[in-house]
């Protein structure tokens, strides 16, 4: 009898370890500003995404991300929706600095983040130039006081107004004028050059020379960039590369599960910033019900992998400042989550997270610096609450431990409260 119960434990754990593991990152989806931003962000002191959407679309329901938890992570019951029970939540801080996608899903991932360096590009304009003009491109210094980049009568390289003002550039372009593989030259350009965390390189087929050069916008005196949204860069045709610093893939979850011979599935901007270079990654990819419908696709191919998700448009909708159109996302995200759940069997595990906030009721149009949730289903497991974590990178030591292959750098699994 003894044998048997110890064969029978050993058959559930090798069920457990063929199983697929999906994690969606509902990008920007925060549920409450962290303790830290009256000393670090104050400008985010009172952000709550998750609560201030429904404030102003008091008719919203999402009924999966209640049924796994969405209002007991927030903490209270709200609007339409109630906390359940019987949901399997948690919650997570941001360990990185400020609040950015780039950063948070390298935390997700397992990566131990690090202060990045932070700089107007005022500080590199030269040095960018110097090099820009060695490689033999056309570059001219556009502006007065503060200055950004204009290449090859087409491409601006500026501060990033959409994230944390300092840490970020943009390279952005229109593809009326100059293919993506010839912007991304740039960019790299761009990218040896400087030091802060990340250089995003991007563009869009509707855009036009006017529109990018008619969205810049100027801030705090010192930071000149293209305003993404107003460039029409999203509205049509946009690609996205984003040029990390800092970051050693061989200690993340996708690189670790590539060497097991562990499939490794990657689902929009995920796969534009998070390395993978033994799996599948789906590029430049922005259509939520695209890159759902990718999703389930690939479930349907697998019995046993790691498939992550990254879900853009309720970030652009947070940048837009337009929680209508924020609404209409997670509502249809919310849909979508359901038949993944409906594929699942026993021995999955879906996480739905984010990577930060991005209230679009704050009164600016950045990301904010705010708890994000953790919620989960595994077919018939019930009422576990795992606890405020102190970094997103659980989510990615869950994942190893899950696989039983090597940790990553940072992150403690909750995998035993699953169990």
Not at 143 to 155: E, F, S
């Amino acid at each position: 009898m003894i044998l048997k119960a110890v064969f029978n434990k050993e058959k559930e754990v090798m069920k457990m370890e063929h199983g697929r593991f999906i994690v969606i990152v509902l990008d920007s989806y925060g549920v409450g500003y962290m303790d830290d931003v009256l000393e670090v962000r104050p400008r985010d002191f009172g952000a709550n995404t998750c609560k201030h959407i429904i404030d102003k679309v008091p008719y919203l329901k999402l009924e999966n991300l209640e049924k796994l938890g969405l209002m007991n992570a927030l903490g209270e019951n709200y609007g339409e929706m109630k906390m359940n029970p019987e949901a399997v939540f948690g919650k997570a801080k941001l360990m990185h600095h400020g609040g950015d996608t780039f950063l948070g899903h390298q935390e997700i991932m397992g990566t131990r983040p690090v202060k990045p360096l932070i700089a107007p590009f005022s500080h590199y304009i030269d040095k960018v130039y110097e090099e820009l003009i060695k490689e033999g491109y056309k570059v001219e210094k556009i502006g007065d006081n503060i200055q950004y980049l204009w290449v090859n009568d087409c491409v601006a390289v500026a501060d990033n107004l959409e994230t944390d003002l300092g840490q970020v550039y943009n390279v952005t372009t229109t593809f009326q004028k100059i293919s993506f593989e010839e912007e991304l030259k740039i960019g790299e350009i761009v990218r040896k050059v400087v030091e802060v965390e990340r250089v995003i390189v991007f563009g869009g087929t509707e855009a036009t020379i006017e529109s990018i050069k008619a969205a810049k916008e100027e801030k705090e005196g010192k930071y000149v960039g293209i305003n993404a949204p107003k460039s029409k860069v999203y509205e049509k045709g946009y690609m996205v590369r984003h040029l990390g610093y800092g970051i050693n893939p061989e200690t993340q979850v996708p690189t670790i599960l590539g060497k097991n011979n562990i499939p490794v599935v990657l689902v929009g901007k995920v796969a534009d910033i998070v390395f993978n270079d033994k799996g599948k990654s789906f590029l430049n990819l922005v259509d939520t019900s695209r890159i759902f419908d990718i999703t389930l696709e690939e479930m349907d191919k697998l019995e046993k992998g790691f498939i992550a998700v990254n879900i853009q448009e309720t970030d652009l909708a947070g940048h837009a400042e337009n929680p209508e159109r924020y609404a209409q996302i997670l509502k249809l995200s919310d849909g979508y989550i359901g038949k993944i759940m409906e594929k699942m069997n026993e021995n999955d595990i879906l996480v739905v997270t984010a990577d930060h906030g991005n209230d679009p009721t704050i009164g600016h149009s950045q990301h904010t610096r705010e708890n994000v949730p953790i919620l989960i289903y595994r077919k018939g497991l019930k009422a576990v609450n795992i606890g405020h974590r102190e970094t997103m990178s659980d989510i990615g030591a869950t994942v190893a431990d899950y696989f039983k292959v090597e940790m990553p750098e940072n992150g403690k699994s909750f995998l035993g409260k699953l169990e």
